[in-house]
């Protein structure tokens, strides 16, 4: 039987497969076997038998041969699949084995074969393969993939101008779908388009409302459906219940529904009314079809009286080739193991109680036939709007006339509004030239769109538009605009009328109050100038210093000797007079001198940086914002302002709390000063963007406080052509450029200058002095102690330890002011050190 070229898959098919075959057995006998592995309860496996069965009687009576044909039930398990296999080629010598309309049972059967002995038959798999099969040599796919009809959606989509498509599909067909979206993002590349979210269901799902709830909340409206055909009529029915068909909704069937119906009765089309769906496409007009149509009808109708239809599809026409084809092997058209994809899609339409059809062509495009009695007459095109009747629904309003007639031909100008009372000129500026008679457009955003469309060679024109921002929004959906080049905030509800590009400005809400002075009256303001951490530390090394020195002069001057109240006292006033003074001709040893001075070099440092920041903090101008947060504002119950005409008012009251009688609205950005500055509101909330400019223009008065609030959504429609343009745009530096040209008066010296909360200085900055005056100190008690211990050795020899010497020397010292009659008192030294011979220890 001749098939059409789009079938030539099928030919090489048989190549494939006989090729093996040569390979395993060298000659082809007389009489050989085939095993067919099929679910026998399902209508593809139902349709495949009979048109295998037909098949094997042609070859048979053709070749004068006696072929046997062994049947095996799957029952649509891969466990049964696989016993199957074993059975055929364990029992039933089996030298081709065809079947598997799934993945699961085709692999299922590919194991079996795989860890057979001998006898290894060739399988010829009815199902797609979502992954590679290298492993088995003897694998061969019957099928086409269904890259081609995935290229078929993304054309659909592209001819009526949908970017956004959500995708749901049988969570129990999980092979078939990865597939499926392997090839739907490979196509959608092409296109620009782009998988907005994908659904997973399940067959008995009870929870189908409560998905279809969620998916009508979402922006995108449009759906590609991957089910079996029981899932896909309940699920476009639950639609129809909810509204969710029609006027502004797409629903798009894959060949999982498309296939099979053929199979359903009228009332069960009817119910799908409105549905499209992208169908496995075989040639119906031939003569050699149309024989084996009334041999396929007898039959069927004999085998299985049960069923209604009995018209043969894609899977008698699979089927029938898989064997029909063995007759014309040879190992000239033996190429590779797995079909090329078919050229050919029929496209088809739910009407009433049947289905329309249009077709589309890989590299030539959309046609209302596909005839091959019609040699050269069939006629492309790339326009959905140009095949056939009003075969389609009623479209989502962004896939308008208008815009279709834009994608179809480049040389329509595009009609882009532009706001016309923008408040902030350095973005959109819109003047008339009384001299010119003309309005001119200019401003950073009007300046990004020229080179967005100049980098995607379109032609448009500029057109002011007087409204509000969300009636500029609503102008795209009424076709008076297709386009808008503005300062327009993203925010969810104006998915509703448009999509967005990326955003090329920074997204948020900012909160902006007046500045004020910090008073420098402080009662401990005093401390301000170190942390506690250094306030601490200096008092630490200062009594460590005067520790040290008190215990090298104790032996010198009794007057620093005494009950141990007096010496703690002496202690803490000898270390810090030292802070200020040393007068080294008063100390006795010059391990305390050395000590001294190296404290006293630190000590001036630290006290010269001590009043520098402290002068610092009594002269230098201070300034903090009034308001610092939300929550201050509306504890206070203060009034707010926003921009005129701006989502703010909503997000103010809905989001962020603030009564409907405390947000006041401007339209100027003097008015915004002078509300700030009188003390008519307390903060007003700009757009991040607008208020850098508001901040260029008053910097010196007003700051930006608190947090950034995100008012936009993460995820958001993107247009692919207008946002890889604006990419090249960044990455040519020439959006940079522009923020220069246009807003370059946005910096501000004290826009952000508010001194840091902790300016106070740290150990940190001391810490190599620390380590000086610390280490010298150290040093010098270590060298002191060693030296007091070699003394009493030589005066006290028997003394052998250092407890020894410990006690010794308390108990001498308790003695000497036990027994003490009278103080030595040395006139000549107030301080109470002795003045003499300088004692070198």
Not at 81 to 105: F, S
Not at 284 to 295: A, L
């Amino acid at each position: 039987m001749k098939m059409h070229n789009s079938a030539s898959c099928l030919i090489s098919l048989v190549a494939f497969s006989m090729l093996w075959f040569l390979m395993q057995a060298s000659v082809i006998s007389a009489d050989f076997s085939i095993g067919v592995i099929l679910d026998q309860a399902s209508r593809p496996g139902k349709e495949a038998k009979v048109a295998i069965e037909i098949a094997i009687q042609d070859f048979n009576i053709k070749t004068n041969q006696t072929s046997v044909l062994y049947l095996q039930n799957s029952r649509n398990k891969p466990l049964h699949a696989a016993i199957a296999a074993k059975h055929l080629i364990d029992k039933d010598n089996v030298k081709a084995i065809l079947g598997g309309h799934t993945w699961e049972e085709a692999s299922a059967i590919a194991e079996v074969i795989s860890e057979a002995d001998q006898n290894v038959p060739v399988f010829l798999s009815l199902s797609t393969t979502p992954q590679a099969t290298h492993q088995w040599p003897f694998f061969f796919q019957a099928v086409p993939t269904q890259s081609t009809q995935m290229n078929a959606v993304a054309a659909i989509l592209q001819s009526w101008g949908i970017r956004q498509v959500t995708l749901i599909y049988e969570a129990s067909q999980l092979s078939s779908t990865a597939s499926i979206i392997s090839h739907l993002s490979q196509a959608f590349r092409q296109t620009g388009s782009e998988l907005n979210h994908i659904l997973p269901l399940t067959s008995a799902s009870c929870l189908l409302e409560e998905e279809l709830e969620v998916l009508k909340k979402q922006q995108v409206k449009v759906f590609v459906i991957h089910t079996s055909l029981e899932l896909g009529i309940h699920l476009f029915q639950a639609a129809k219940k909810m509204e969710m068909t029609g006027d502004g909704y797409l629903w798009i069937a894959t060949n999982g529904i498309t296939d099979s119906f053929h199979s359903i009765n009228s009332s069960m089309i009817s119910s799908m009314k409105g549905m499209i769906g992208v169908k496995s496409y075989f040639p119906e007009n031939t003569q050699e079809f149309r024989d084996f149509r009334k041999r396929f009808r007898r039959k069927f109708s004999s085998d299985y009286p049960e069923e209604e239809e009995d018209e043969p599809g894609i899977f008698a026409v699979q089927g029938y080739n898989g064997v029909k084809l063995l007759e014309e092997i040879s190992p000239e058209n033996f190429d590779h193991r797995i079909p090329p994809p078919q050229s050919i899609v029929e496209i088809v339409k739910i009407v009433g109680k049947r289905y329309h059809s249009v077709y589309w062509t890989e590299g030539s495009g959309f046609s209302e036939t596909m005839d091959e009695e019609i040699n050269g007459a069939t006629t492309y095109t790339n326009s959905m709007d140009s095949v056939g009747q009003a075969l389609w629904p009623v479209q989502p309003w962004y896939a308008n006339k208008r815009r279709r007639k834009l994608a179809g031909n480049p040389e329509i100008r595009m009609r882009v509004g532009v706001p016309g009372r923008s408040l902030f000129k350095q973005f959109v500026n819109v003047e008339y030239n009384p001299k010119k008679n003309e309005t001119v457009i200019s401003g950073f955003v009007i300046a990004v769109f020229d080179e967005i469309m100049r980098e995607m060679k379109l032609p448009y024109d500029y057109f002011p538009f007087y409204g509000s921002y969300d009636e500029l929004m609503r102008q795209i959906p009424a076709e008076k605009f297709d386009a808008i080049a503005g300062d327009v905030t993203i925010v969810a509800r104006r998915h509703e009328y448009v999509d967005f590009t990326q955003p090329y400005t920074e997204s948020g809400l900012e909160m902006i109050v007046p500045i004020r002075s910090k008073i420098s009256n402080q009662p401990w303001l005093f401390m301000k100038p170190f942390t506690a951490k250094m306030w601490w530390l200096i008092a630490a090394i200062t009594l460590y210093n005067g520790f040290i020195i008190w215990l090298i002069e104790k032996p010198h001057c009794k007057h620093l000797q005494g009950p141990i109240i007096t010496q703690i006292g002496i202690v803490i006033w000898l270390a810090f007079t030292t802070l200020f003074t040393l007068r080294g001709d008063r100390l006795h040893s010059n391990l305390s001198r050395i000590a001294g001075v190296v404290w006293l070099f630190v000590a001036l440092i630290i006290t010269q940086s001590y009043t520098a920041s402290f002068a610092s903090m009594l002269t230098a101008q201070r300034l903090e914002p009034t308001i610092t947060s939300v929550e201050m504002l509306r504890n206070m119950n203060a009034t707010v302002g926003y921009c005129n005409g701006s989502f703010i008012n909503y997000y103010l009251k809905d989001v962020l709390g603030f009564k409907s009688f405390k947000v006041n609205s401007y339209n100027s950005t003097h008015r915004y000063a002078e509300a700030l500055n009188s003390g008519e509101i307390a903060a007003i909330f700009l757009e991040a963007p607008v208020a850098k400019v508001f901040l260029a223009q008053y910097c010196k008065s007003f700051v930006r406080t608190g947090e950034t609030f995100k008012a936009f959504p993460k995820e958001f429609s993107w247009l692919s052509d207008a946002n890889k343009a604006l990419m090249n745009v960044s990455e040519s530096g020439k959006l940079k450029e522009l923020e220069d040209t246009f807003l370059t008066s946005e910096k501000c010296v004290d826009d952000e200058s508010f001194p840091n909360e902790d300016e106070s200085l740290s150990p940190v900055s001391f810490s190599i002095l620390f380590v000086l005056t610390g280490g010298t100190s150290t040093v010098a008690l270590v060298v002191y102690v060693v030296m007091s211990i070699r003394q009493f050795k030589e005066s006290n020899p028997g003394v052998t330890n250092i407890f020894e010497f410990i006690y010794v020397s308390m108990k001498d010292q308790w003695y000497q002011r036990r027994h003490s009659s009278r103080v030595v008192a040395d006139a000549e030294s107030p301080t109470g050190l002795q003045m003499g011979p300088v004692n070198t220890s």
